[in-house]
C-alpha cells in the first residue's frame, strides 16, 4: 500500500471519527450535511454505485441514533404519516415474492427500508429551531454550490463547444444542458427546484434582517438561473407552481415582485449573456407542443404501457409485483421498449410515479401508497393551524408547498426514492413533534422562544 | 407513549415490543428461507444466460485491403465509400423476423423450446411459436453513447444459449452482408449504365475534334481566292480599259451621247462585278491561316480536347467504381467488430441460490418488523386496543 493509500485511508478514517463523534453529539448537524452529500451522490461512488458519501452518512446517523437510545435513553418517534407508510412497506416485501424480477425487487425494499429510515431519524432529530435553521443554511450553501458548478459548466461548454454548437443541438441535447454535480439535468433541476422552495418559504420569517433577505433572493437569482439552464420542464413548472402557492400567504406577497425579478434577471441573463438564448426560447415554446416531442411521448407510451401492463398483468388488485415494471413492459413490447426505457429513462419504472404503482401493486398498491401522503397533507393542515416558531413556520410552509409540487411532480418523474421528497415527510413529522408544538399557554405566540421544546436527551456515553 | 400524532418508544420499549413478537420476526424470515431454498433447489430450473458485445464495423476498413482495379492497373489502398454498419440498424436486424427466423431454423429451436407439440398440424405454426420464445429469451441493451450493442440469451441450457448468442451474430452479419450486396449490385448497374452513356458521349466528342483537325488541314480557302483573283485580274485590266475608253469620247465631241451611254452602263456592270469579287477576295482572305485564325483554332481544339480528358477521366472514375461495386457486391466482409464472443456460462444465471435466500430472509424480517411496529403502532393509539387504534388512526388521517 502505498503512503498516498494510508494518507487516504487514514483520512477517511479521521473523517468517520469526526463524524461519528459529531452525530452523537449533535446528529442534526449530520442531517444538515446530507443535504449537501445529496448533491455528490452522483459523484465519487465506489462499490457497485452504493457507497457514496450519502448513504455513508446515513449509516452514521444510523449508528449514531442508536447508541442515543442506548445510552442516552433517546426514545423513538414514529409520525403518523410514517406509521401509515409501514403497511406499504409490508405490501411491498409481500408482492416482492410474486415479482418477476425478485432480486431487483428484494433490493428496492430494502432501499425504500432505508429511505423510511431517513424520515424517522430526521423527524426525531430535528428539534430546535436552530437545527432548522442550520438545515436552511445547508439548503442554501448546497443550492448555492450546485448553481454556481451548473452556470460554470455551462459557459465552459459555450467556450468550448463553441455557442453555434450550442444553437445547433439546442435544449435537447443532453450535452448542452446544464448538470451540475448530477448525472442527469432534470435531477438537478429537480434538486434545484425543492431547495429554492424551501428558501423561498424562509423569506416568511418576520425576523429575518435586510441581510438574510438579500442573502437568500441572491441565492435564489443563482438558482433560478441554473435551473433555466438546466432546460427540466418539470423543475420550471415545479418552481411555477410553488410560487404561485406561495403567492397565496401574505408573508411572501411583497416578495412576488421580487420573484418575477429574479425569474426575468435570470431569463434576461441566459439570453444576453449565454448562447443558450435561442434553446430556451425553444424550450419555452415546446410548453404548447407537451406530448408531441421525444421525451413527451416517450412518457405517454410508458404511462399507457404501464395501464396496459395493470390492465392484463398478474391481478388487477395487487398488481405484478414490487419492481417487475421492467420486467412486464419487456414482456409486453418486446424488445425496442425494454432498449428505449434502459436507455432514455434510465430507470425501471415509468415516469408516472402512479401508473408504476399501480401496474406493480395494483389498486391495493396504490391505496397503501397514497394514504401516508395523505396522512402527511392532514397533519400538515392540523399543524397550519397551530402557533409556530418564525423558523418553524418557514420550514412548514415550505414542507407544504413542496409536498403539494412533488405531488404533482409524481405524474412526470419517478420519485419513490428521492431523497429531498423523504426529507419533506420527515420534517413534517419533526415539526409535528413535541419539540415544536405549542404549549398550553403559548397560543397564538409567535416567537422562537414559544416554541422552545423542553431539552432533548443527549448522549451520556 | 402514544399520542394523536405519533408513538413514542424507548429502546427498551422496542426490545420489549420485538421480545413479545419474537415469533413474528423469527417465523417469517426461517420460512421465507425455507420455502425459498426449496424453490430454487427443486422448483425453478436454472437458466443460463451468454451474451455477445458488438460495434459496428466500417466496411471500408476491410477492403480497403482488398487489391482492386484502378485506370487499368491491381494497385492496393483504394478506398471505398465508407459502408457503416450502424448497431442501431443491427438491433433492427436482430429484432426481425428474418434474423429471427434463421436462428431458429439453424439451431432447430422448435425442438428446443417444444413447440412442435404445440403446433402438431403447422410447421410454420411451430416456428412461429418457437420464434416467439426466442424473443423471450432474448435481450439486447445498446448504449448509444458507446455504441456497444449486448445480446443476452437466457435458456435452460448453457451450450444453447452460447450457441444462440452466437448465432444472432452470424445472422446479423449474413443480413447485414444481403443488404450492402444488395445496393453493390444496385450501383453496379447503375455504374455500368453510366459507363456506356460516357461512352458514347466519348466517342462523339472524339469525332468532332478529328473534323476540326481535318477542316483546318484543308486548302479550300486558299483554291477559291486563287480563282476570284484569277478573275478579278482580266476584269481589271477591262474596267481600265473601259475608262480610257470613256476619256476618249469625252474629248470627242463627235461621239453620240447613245455611245457614251451604252459605254457607262457597261462601266457600271463591271464595277459591281468587280466589288463583289472584292468582298468575296476579303471573306476568304479571313479563311486563310492567318495568326489570329490560328490561335482561335487552337482555343477550339483544346477545348475539345479538355472535354474529352474530363470525359475520359469521368468513364476511368465510373470505371473504378463500378469495380469497386463489383467487388463490393461478392466481398464476404465481416460487419460486426465483435468486443465479447459469447462463452458458454459455467453457472445458472438464476436462480442465485445464496443471494435469494438470503433476500427473501431479509425481506421477511423488514416486512415482519414493519408490521409488527405496525400493529404496535395501533394497540398505543388505542390504549391497548387495535381495534380502536385504527378507528382512531383512521380518524386521524
Known amino acids: 500500500m502505498s503512503i498516498g493509500q494510508l494518507l487516504l485511508l487514514a483520512g477517511a478514517g479521521l473523517g468517520g471519527l469526526g463524524a461519528g463523534l459529531l452525530a ?35 449509516v452514521v446517523l444510523i449508528g449514531a441514533f442508536l447508541v442515543q437510545m442506548l445510552c442516552g435513553g433517546r426514545r423513538l418517534r414514529l409520525p403518523i404519516h410514517l406509521i401509515w407508510f409501514l403497511p406499504y412497506l409490508v405490501f411491498a416485501a409481500i408482492s416482492s415474492y410474486y415479482s418477476a424480477d425478485f432480486l431487483q425487487a428484494g433490493f428496492y425494499v430494502v432501499r425504500l427500508t432505508l429511505v423510511w429510515i431517513y424520515a424517522v431519524l430526521v423527524a426525531n432529530l430535528i428539534e430546535r429551531e436552530w437545527q432548522l435553521s442550520l438545515l436552511l443554511l445547508a439548503m442554501a450553501a448546497t443550492a448555492l454550490f450546485v448553481s454556481v458548478t451548473a452556470h460554470m459548466q455551462t459557459l465552459n461548454i459555450a467556450a468550448l463547444a463553441g455557442a453555434e454548437l450550442v444553437q445547433k443541438q439546442g435544449p435537447d441535447a443532453g450535452s448542452v444542458r446544464a448538470l451540475g454535480t448530477f448525472w442527469d439535468a432534470n435531477a438537478l433541476g429537480g434538486f434545484l427546484g425543492v431547495l429554492s422552495l424551501f428558501l423561498t418559504a424562509g423569506l416568511a420569517r418576520a425576523n429575518l434582517g435586510w441581510i438574510g433577505r438579500t442573502a437568500i433572493l441572491c441565492v435564489l437569482g443563482v438558482a433560478f438561473g441554473a435551473v433555466l439552464l438546466s ?31 429574479l425569474g426575468l434577471g435570470g431569463a434576461l441573463y441566459v439570453l444576453i449573456a449565454t448562447p443558450y438564448g435561442q434553446a430556451l426560447t425553444a424550450r419555452v415554446l415546446s410548453f404548447g407542443e407537451l406530448g408531441q416531442d421525444y421525451s413527451g411521448r416517450f412518457r405517454w407510451y410508458l404511462a399507457l404501457s404501464g395501464l396496459q401492463i395493470w390492465s392484463d398483468g398478474m391481478h388487477w388488485l395487487w398488481g405484478s409485483g414490487f419492481h417487475s415494471f421492467g420486467e412486464q413492459i419487456w414482456r409486453h413490447w418486446y424488445p425496442l421498449a425494454t432498449h428505449d426505457m434502459m436507455y432514455h429513462s434510465g430507470t425501471n419504472m415509468s415516469h408516472t410515479l402512479l401508473v408504476t404503482l399501480l401496474a406493480e401493486g395494483g389498486l391495493l398498491g396504490v391505496l397503501l401508497f397514497v394514504v401516508p401522503f395523505v396522512a402527511a397533507l392532514r397533519v400538515l393542515g392540523r399543524l397550519r393551524r397551530q402557533p409556530h416558531g418564525e423558523v418553524g413556520g418557514s420550514v412548514l410552509l415550505g414542507c407544504q408547498v413542496v409536498l403539494v409540487v412533488k405531488l404533482v411532480d409524481t405524474f412526470f418523474n419517478p420519485l419513490m426514492y428521492d431523497n429531498l421528497l423523504w426529507l419533506t415527510l420527515g420534517l413534517i413529522g419533526a415539526i409535528a413533534g413535541p419539540a415544536f408544538s405549542p404549549r398550553p399557554g403559548d397560543i397564538g405566540a409567535r416567537s422562537n422562544r414559544a416554541a422552545l421544546p423542553i431539552d432533548p436527551p443527549t448522549a451520556r456515553c | 407513549m402514544a399520542s394523536g400524532f405519533q ?53 471500408s476498413e476491410v477492403t480497403a485491403k482488398q487489391p482492386v482495379l484502378e485506370r487499368g492497373a491491381f494497385l492496393r489502398g483504394f478506398s471505398f465509400r465508407d459502408v457503416t454498419t450502424r448497431n442501431s440498424t443491427n438491433m433492427e436486424l436482430m429484432v426481425s423476423d428474418r434474423v429471427r427466423r434463421g436462428v431458429v431454423e439453424n439451431l432447430d429451436l422448435v425442438a428446443f423450446f417444444g413447440t412442435a407439440g404445440r403446433h ?40 444453447t444459449s452460447a450457441r444462440i448468442a452466437a448465432a444472432y451474430l452470424t445472422q446479423t452479419n449474413a443480413a447485414n452482408l444481403d443488404r450492402i450486396h444488395a445496393y453493390a449490385k444496385q450501383r453496379v448497374d447503375f455504374f455500368a449504365e453510366r459507363l456506356a452513356e460516357v461512352k458514347q458521349q466519348v466517342a462523339a466528342l472524339g469525332a468532332q475534334i478529328g473534323t476540326q483537325v481535318q477542316r483546318s488541314r484543308s486548302a479550300a480557302p486558299e483554291r477559291e481566292l486563287e480563282i476570284a483573283y484569277g478573275f478579278l485580274a482580266p476584269l481589271q485590266q477591262r474596267l481600265l480599259d473601259l475608262h480610257l475608253q470613256q476619256d476618249r469620247l469625252g474629248r470627242d465631241q463627235a461621239a ?12 457600271r456592270v463591271f464595277e459591281s462585278f468587280l466589288a463583289d469579287i472584292d468582298s468575296l477576295a476579303e471573306a476568304r482572305q479571313g479563311l486563310l491561316p492567318t495568326p489570329r485564325n490560328s490561335q482561335l483554332a487552337a482555343l477550339e481544339r483544346a477545348q475539345l480536347e479538355r472535354d474529352l480528358d474530363l470525359l475520359q477521366a469521368l468513364e476511368a472514375s465510373l470505371l473504378e467504381s463500378r ?27 438464476w436462480p442465485r441460490k445464496r443471494m435469494t435466500v438470503l433476500l427473501a430472509s431479509v425481506i421477511a424480517l423488514i416486512g415482519s418488523a414493519a408490521g409488527v411496529t405496525f400493529v404496535d403502532a395501533l394497540a398505543r393509539l388505542g390504549a391497548g386496543s387495535p381495534a380502536l387504534g385504527w378507528r382512531r388512526l383512521l380518524g386521524e388521517t
Open chain 1, 24 to 58: 452523537l453529539r449533535q446528529p442534526a448537524v449530520l442531517v444538515a450535511l446530507s443535504v449537501l452529500t445529496i448533491s455528490l451522490d452522483y459523484k465519487g461512488r465506489l462499490g457497485e454505485g452504493f457507497i457514496t458519501a450519502n448513504n455513508l452518512l446515513k
Open chain 1, 231 to 261: 432546460f427540466s420542464r418539470s423543475a420550471w413548472l415545479m418552481i411555477g407552481l410553488g410560487m404561485l402557492l406561495f403567492a397565496r400567504e401574505r408573508r411572501l406577497r411583497p416578495y412576488v415582485g421580487w420573484f418575477l425579478a
Open chain 2, 7 to 59: 408513538v413514542d418508544s424507548s429502546l427498551l420499549d422496542l426490545l420489549n415490543l420485538f421480545r413479545r413478537r419474537v415469533a413474528w420476526l423469527i417465523w417469517p424470515p426461517v420460512i421465507a428461507s425455507l420455502v425459498s431454498f426449496l424453490v430454487v433447489q427443486f422448483v425453478v430450473a436454472p437458466r443460463y444466460e451468454s451474451h455477445a458485445s458488438i460495434l459496428p464495423q466500417q466496411i
Open chain 2, 120 to 159: 402438431p398440424a403447422s410447421a410454420e405454426g411451430a416456428t412461429q411459436a418457437a420464434m416467439e420464445a426466442l424473443a423471450q429469451a432474448t435481450r439486447f441493451e445498446l448504449s448509444l453513447q458507446l455504441q456497444v450493442l449486448t445480446v443476452r440469451v437466457t435458456t435452460r441450457d448453457p451450450e
Open chain 2, 256 to 267: 453620240g451621247s447613245a455611245e457614251r451611254l451604252a459605254l457607262a452602263a457597261e462601266i
Open chain 2, 323 to 349: 469495380e469497386a461495386a463489383r467487388l463490393e457486391a461478392i466481398l464476404d466482409v465481416e460487419t460486426l467488430t465483435i468486443l465479447d464472443r459469447p462463452i458458454v456460462a459455467a453457472e445458472p444465471t
